[in-house]
Nanobody
Framework: QVQLVESGGGLVQAGGSLRLSCAAS????????MGWYRQAPGKERELVAT???????NYADSVKGRFTISRDNTKNTVYLQMNSLKAEDTAVYYC???????????????WGQGTLVTVSS
C-alpha cells in the first residue's frame, strides 16, 4: 500500500516563508507526477503546482514567482517552497501522486492527509 505523508505546515506572517514536504512510502518503483493542491474554507480544491518525474513543472497563476516545487526521486519526496506568503494562501495543502508504480500494482492517484497553512495578515 502506498501512503503520502505531508509535513511543514503551520502559522506564518504575511510575507514569510514555509517549506512543505511530502514523502511517499511503500514498495515504490517510480512515480509519474507529484503535486500540491490546496483547499481554502468554503472553496473547491485547486491545483497549486505539479512536477513530473522529468522535473517539468506547472504552477497556478496565483503562485507563480512565489512558490517552487521540486522533488527527490531517490526519496520519493516532493517539496513546495512557499515565499512571500499572502493571507489568501491560507488553506489545507494536499500532496498528490499520479501513477505510482509498485511491486504489486499501479496506483492511479494517491492523496495525502493534508497539512494546514495559515498566513496571518
Amino acid at each position: 500500500q502506498v501512503q503520502l505523508v505531508e509535513s511543514g505546515g503551520g502559522l506564518v506572517q504575511a510575507g514569510g516563508s514555509l517549506r512543505l514536504s511530502c514523502a511517499a512510502s511503500g514498495s515504490i518503483f517510480s512515480i509519474n507526477a507529484m503535486g500540491w493542491y490546496r483547499q481554502a474554507p468554503g472553496k473547491e480544491r485547486e491545483l497549486v503546482a505539479t512536477i513530473t518525474s522529468g522535473a517539468s513543472t506547472n504552477y497556478a497563476d496565483s503562485v507563480k514567482g512565489r512558490f517552487t516545487i521540486s522533488r527527490d526521486n531517490t526519496k520519493n519526496t516532493v517539496y513546495l517552497q512557499m515565499n512571500s506568503l499572502k493571507a489568501e494562501d491560507t488553506a489545507v495543502y494536499y500532496c498528490n501522486a499520479d501513477r505510482v508504480y509498485t511491486v504489486v500494482k499501479v496506483y492511479i492517484e494517491v492523496w495525502g492527509q493534508g497539512t494546514l497553512v495559515t498566513v496571518s495578515s
